[in-house]
Each structure stands twice: as structure tokens, then as C-alpha cells.
Antibody
Framework: EVQLLESGGGLVQPGGSLRLSCAAS????????MSWVRQAPGKGLEWVSA????????YYADSVKGRFTISRDNSKNTLYLQINSLRAGDTAVYYC???????????????WGEGTTVTVSS | EIVLTQSPGTLSLSPGERATLSCRAS???????LAWYQQKPGQAPRLLIY???SRATGIPDRFSGSGSGTDFTLTISRLEPEDFAVYYC?????????FGPGTKVDIK
């Protein structure tokens, strides 16, 4: 069974940093692109970032470019999102998701984790 | 960046009725790379449709997608009680892979 399990969320002060992780199982991790999508409380989905299967190509929403870094360790079947300079507007549930269409970076998302909550507040 | 607009914002219907949801893009979506997702409260989104019209694995055939270029439609032929939810479209033809604001389908 394909599974994604996020971790690393929590309460952080403005200006702080967090690293989110997503442990994948049940599929050949390195052959699929992966993405992060977030959802602020009571709001819609916001595409955040994507990374190709090899990790050689990365993509970001303008709202997070320069502050967020996506990466992956294919030997550990794990996806990461390093979040720096956190702002109140970054408060959201962060989902990791598997690309349905293979290694292509920006893709449709066929499997989602349950999400990890990031709260930015002083 | 491609901006997606969904209409209506809310659709109030009864079980058994037909639902028609619209997603319009600010520019043409490359290769019709348009997906639809369903989200229920407290749950992660679920993929329904990809490539504008291909149903994802396990999705009932009452869900269908159509359209091309800038105008896309998700149709639910006969609403079942479990279909009342929020529906999002997403384009993945270019980066960033933007989502629409969603259409809520609620019980009339």
C-alpha cells in the first residue's frame, strides 16, 4: 500500500525555521516526483513546491521562493521541506503528495499524506 | 503564473441531481494537464480526474471531466450523499502548479 507520513510541524515564532519530512512507502520513491501543498485554516489548497524524481529539478510558488527549500533523499525514501523566515501567513496544514505522472516535476497528485500542521505565532 | 477561476463558489443541490462545476484558466493549459480533486472536512484531498478527462483509480463513473485549452468542467451525473464536499481544479502544465479556489457542493 502506498503511504505518505508527514512530520516536523509545530508552533514556531515569526522569523523561525522548521524542517518538514515526509516518509514514503509502498512504491519506488526515486521514480516519482513529489510535491508539497498547504492549506491555511478555512482556506483552499495552495501549491507550494515540487521536485523531480532524481531531485535535480525543483519548483516553487512565488510566495515561498527564497524562503522554502524542497529536497529528497532517495536512499531514505524521504521528502523534505526546509522553511525559513516563517511568517503568520505560513500557518497551514502542509501535505506531501506523490506525482501521478511519474518523474515530471510539476504533476497531478495521486496520493496524499494526512498533513502536518505549522503554526506561526509569538 | 496561470490563474484558475472556479464557478460557482457554492452549488446547492439534492442527492440524485446532476452537478456541473466549471474551471477557467487565465491562459491555455499545456497538454490539457488539468486535474480535479475532492476534499471533505478534516481529510486530505483525493484525486478524481487527471489529464482533463481521465478518471483516477477507483473513482466511480458518475464523475467525468471534459474541456480543453482554458475551459474545463467536472460533472457528477447523480449526486450521492458522499459527494457533498469541496472540489478543486489544478493545472500542472506549467510551474507553478496552481489550484483554483474551489467549489463547495452542499445539500439543498
Amino acid at each position: 500500500e502506498v503511504q505518505l507520513l508527514e512530520s516536523g510541524g509545530g508552533l514556531v515564532q515569526p522569523g523561525g525555521s522548521l524542517r518538514l519530512s515526509c516518509a514514503a512507502s509502498g512504491f519506488t520513491f526515486s521514480t516519482y516526483a513529489m510535491s508539497w501543498v498547504r492549506q491555511a485554516p478555512g482556506k483552499g489548497l495552495e501549491w507550494v513546491s515540487a521536485i523531480s524524481g532524481s531531485g535535480g529539478s525543483t519548483y516553487y510558488a512565488d510566495s515561498v521562493k527564497g524562503r522554502f527549500t524542497i529536497s529528497r533523499d532517495n536512499s531514505k525514501n524521504t521528502l523534505y521541506l526546509q522553511i525559513n523566515s516563517l511568517r503568520a501567513g505560513d500557518t497551514a496544514v502542509y501535505y506531501c503528495a506523490k506525482a501521478g505522472g511519474g518523474a515530471r516535476g510539476v504533476n497531478y497528485l495521486d496520493v496524499w499524506g494526512e498533513g502536518t500542521t505549522v503554526t506561526v505565532s509569538s | 503564473e496561470i490563474v484558475l477561476t472556479q464557478s460557482p463558489g457554492t452549488l446547492s443541490l439534492s442527492p440524485g441531481e446532476r452537478a456541473t462545476l466549471s474551471c477557467r484558466a487565465s491562459q491555455s493549459v499545456s497538454n490539457n494537464y488539468l486535474a480535479w480533486y475532492q476534499q471533505k472536512p478534516g481529510q486530505a484531498p483525493r484525486l478524481l480526474i487527471y489529464g482533463a478527462s481521465s478518471r483516477a483509480t477507483g473513482i466511480p463513473d458518475r464523475f467525468s471531466g471534459s474541456g480543453s485549452g482554458t475551459d474545463f468542467t467536472l460533472t457528477i451525473s447523480r449526486l450521492e450523499p458522499e459527494d457533498f464536499a469541496v472540489y478543486y481544479c489544478q493545472q500542472y502544465g506549467s510551474s507553478p502548479g496552481t489550484f483554483g479556489p474551489g467549489t463547495k457542493v452542499d445539500i439543498k
